[in-house]
């Protein structure tokens, strides 16, 4: 399936690497970066309306959908530090050295990395219901941390968890497809489709993505945050209201990695670009005014 009205091409963004990229509209550039267990093809909403008046460039993460999955040989492969060099080395690709990025669930990881790593490239930056990986895990504790059991499976070392989830695939991812959403309309069952049969094809890219999140991505974000390293460029983060739940504040978590911080809290589920584009239309719209 593809977003009607993008061209598509693959780029080459590392050694071995290409990515899936769907391209749309004319004007400053916005990148857009998809959520587990989905593709690009989560902000097919979002990205037809942006493209009115933005560039708009919608990849599929290493590791997911139609892009390349290579095979993680020393645990940084799936790094987000990795990914969000990819980001930035598909946004030069297509001539654009500065770019709004937007990111969702673990898009939004590789968009809070890009915005660390590469303050200088990323003007403004969208958050869509994560929180970085080390508060992440710090929130995370008792029995309400059984909302992220997949965190868990897939931390540990290669071999069971991907047999485990190979051996019921369309269950495992589809699982969160049916958890994470409050208007199952919103997820059309060829859509839904689309999402399963692109995860059962990156079964273990996908598990190195969450591992990842449980080893590298944690010392370097334990990093910046030693450094005092924060996020430079406005941003925007809608969340669901996790907080009252786990036991957290999100918006003071946030306050702590971003100065220009604009903090929303949305009604819809989890997947909120197809729950709810035109909420987050205007949220991307409003940053990018900033």
């Not at 989905?38 to 139609?66: C, E, F, K, N, S």
Request: aromatic residues 8%; contains cysteine.
């Amino acid at each position: 399936m593809r977003i009607n009205g993008f061209d598509y091409q693959r780029v080459t963004v590392a050694e071995g690497v290409a990515l899936n990229a769907a391209v749309g509209g004319s004007g400053s550039p916005v990148v857009l970066l998809h959520g587990f267990p989905q593709t690009h093809l989560m902000w097919r909403h979002v990205a037809a309306d942006l493209a009115a008046d933005h560039t708009v460039i919608v990849p599929d993460l290493r590791g997911y959908g139609d892009s390349d999955k290579p095979a993680d040989t020393d645990g940084t492969t799936y790094a987000k530090r990795t990914a969000a060099a990819d980001v930035v080395a598909l946004a030069r690709a297509f001539g654009h050295e500065r770019f709004a990025l937007a990111g969702h669930d673990r898009g939004a990881l590789v968009a809070i990395r890009a915005g660390l790593d590469h303050p200088e490239r990323i003007s403004h930056l969208a958050v869509l219901d994560v929180l970085p990986t080390l508060d992440m895990w710090d929130v995370l504790h008792g029995t309400s941390a059984a909302v992220g059991f997949h965190l868990y499976l897939m931390a540990q070392p290669p071999g069971l968890p991907e047999q485990l989830i190979a051996g019921s695939a369309d269950a495992f991812f589809g699982h969160f497809l049916d958890i994470w959403v409050k208007d199952p309309g919103a997820i059309p069952a060829e859509v839904r489709e689309a999402y399963l049969a692109a995860s059962r094809a990156a079964i273990p890219s996908i598990v190195a993505d969450y591992r990842a999140s449980a080893h590298i991505d944690v010392e370097h974000d334990a990093q910046d945050r030693e450094a005092g390293n924060r996020l430079r460029m406005p941003v925007t983060v809608l969340q669901q209201d996790w907080g009252a739940a786990l036991g957290y504040d999100a918006e003071a978590l946030w306050g702590g990695w971003a100065s220009d911080l604009d903090h929303r809290t949305v009604s819809c589920g989890h997947f909120m670009a197809e729950e709810s584009p035109s909420e987050v239309v205007k949220a991307l719209r409003d940053l990018i005014a900033r």
